[in-house]
DNA sequence: CAGGAAATTGCATACGCATGCAAAAAAAGC
DNA sequence: GCTTTTTTTGCATGCGTATGCAATTTCCTG
């Protein structure tokens, strides 16, 4: 079904070519009676212009409608105010809330955000080219990596890159992430203090450092109590895939009675597998526990025990960060790691230890970890 | 928590100003032994350049790292080949989806996209200024509009505004829209068939367009039925608010015993709550039902009969729409509205009337409608 | 009111590239 | 080989703005 109103042709201004005319400087400087500079001045904070000249300048500009250019404005200063961003996936349930911190952000310090997205399992190379001809002042990464030898153009060209919820090698990036190695570990002595015996992990994405962390931090955690046997799967954080592999998990001849997924949106499938497939009650017979802390994880149906992603703070600090080196021309290698805490809830069988109250949600805090 | 690597100071360029230095097409031109105009024909598409120039070219350009400069280009060209896109917001489960179709969809063709977000519950003028300073080539609004002073301003500047799931009665922008009005009828039809009595409507933001049709479509569909007495709640988008209007329903005189919520996010709200705060059985003791056909109305814990939100036909149609209007350098007005189904599943009791499976999805075709 | 300091202004230029135009080179036609 | 046609190339210019510099005005101070 369409519904077409008119088409109204768009006034052509000459020889096709310079179809819509923009109001320049250059106008507003004439009908203010002043040179083109005064204009440009009197949108320069803290520039050198009289009171008095500047509102003639803010005038015309009005009425003619000006709104300076800033196309042509990177082109001398050599700054744009753009931040690249590349965002791998947004299914991931905490990437809405991420993004509209980001903007909000960056909005704030007079930044605006070119987005590009879809990488889920590659690297950001390809989008590469597009981003450096736009002259971004900045990139940041969400959850996706560049190769070293772009990420080497970057710092040649003064780019400052930000990975946010990655970790990488290379010197000239920065990265923020939540501290996934402890959360892992965390979530490995809560399970084991809860009394299971047969645990999983459910894996994200192989190439994603902050999976590998998760999982190590979590292996880490188990062979301190001589647990070196656990159960693994892909879930390669799509539902599909998670799906897929939480069936092999509870199909197998000892299924485990305690999953650890990478993320909560991989956590919450496995529960609805465990659920709905299998007949199993959610913790009495499998406890499943997330990590991001999600919105959904405080919803009843789930109730979903996760370390929590610290998304405000990780956010602030990469957009620190990146101003930081936007502003005194140098590239670090800055590594900030933010803490999370687990949240408890339902989707967990408790431990004896002590389970504290705190602003609302529930935290568990065994002596000495904090 | 903070672990930092070294900084490494960015080699200064010269005189502070020119901290870092692009390479240019001139600096290429030399190096490949021809004039700077050769280079911009190198990078041009379709110019007349020799085959053996455009080598040398391209291979000068290789050795150097020479990227064009956007910006430069903008200035003369007058386009940006940068779309504005403004999201009211994005946690409304659909617009993951959305925006990663839509950068699919502007990147196939050349665009980038230049994205704002967060003005769910007013119209995105505050950002105008900015985006505009970009020299955007056109502006799509998902979820949002524009007051009719900016919208003016646009079509005097020649940029295309598209409105993505919002109508709007401005003359020179134009929209994708889903069916709303129809959706909402014909839900009404399936929840009377179903044989409820007592209904009510869970409303989204009383400014969105999208909402006022939803609900106009239902209660047209309801008043065909002689029911023009319904229950109404303002979840207004937002869980929190959901939670609240959705108590107030149930724990009046008479509860509802069909729900439609305006959206599956505050569908899936009130299906929480029906169930853990008053215990209520779905869809024995009340039906819901939502629209936009999210993700997770299809988890087994939900099953949440919804009417479908076609977001990658809609996609497509705002691509064309704006990509048709900047090649033809003139402002549309049309209005595109894509037609959706009812995707029938266990939230809702059935009626006695023909479900038929289409393509893995249920769908309830009462005689003609289609 | 003179004289100097400070504030303001305009001029000219540069940013990096695309493009009209004319000149040059290559190809085609005879 | 010479003219005509076609293709390729370089020159020059302009897109809209910011900014160093010098000229001008305003403001102070005595």
Known sequence: MSVDG??????EGGLGTTARHAVTAEEVARRAGVSQSAVSRAFTPGASVAAKTREKVLAAARELGYRPNAMART????????IGVVMAYL????????????????????????LFTGFKDRNS??????????????????STTLSSDLSDECAAAGVPVVMFNRMTEHPLC?????????GGRQIAEFLVAGGHRRF????????SSTNRDREAGFREGLLRHGIGQIGHA???????????????????????DAVFAGSDHMALAVMEVARHEFGLRVPEDVSIVGYDDVGAARWPSFSLTSFTLPVAPMVDAAV????????????????????????????ARLPGGPVLDRDGTLIWAPGGTE
């Open 200 to 207: 999983a992990y459910v894996a994200g994405a192989a190439i």
């Open 6 to 11: 008119g088409g109204v042709p768009r006034p």
């Open 174 to 182: 920065s990265s923020v992430t939540s501290d996934n190695r402890n």
């Open 234 to 256: 892909e879930g390669n954080l799509e539902l599909a895939d998670t799906w897929v592999a939480a069936r092999d998990l509870f199909a197998a001849d000892e299924p485990p």
């Open 125 to 142: 190379d390809p989008v590469f080219e597009q981003i450096m001809q736009y002259r971004v002042d900045g990139l940041l990464l969400a």
């Open 320 to 347: 620190e960060l990146m101003m930081e080196q936007i502003e005194s021309s140098s590239i670090l290698s800055h590594h900030r790691v933010v803490p999370g805490r687990l949240a408890v809830r339902g989707s």
């Open 75 to 82: 082109l001398i200063t050599n700054r744009s105010r753009i």
């Open 91 to 114: 299914d991931n349930m905490i990437y809405p809330d991420v993004l509209e911190k980001l903007a909000a952000g960056l909005q704030q310090r007079g930044y605006q955000m070119l």
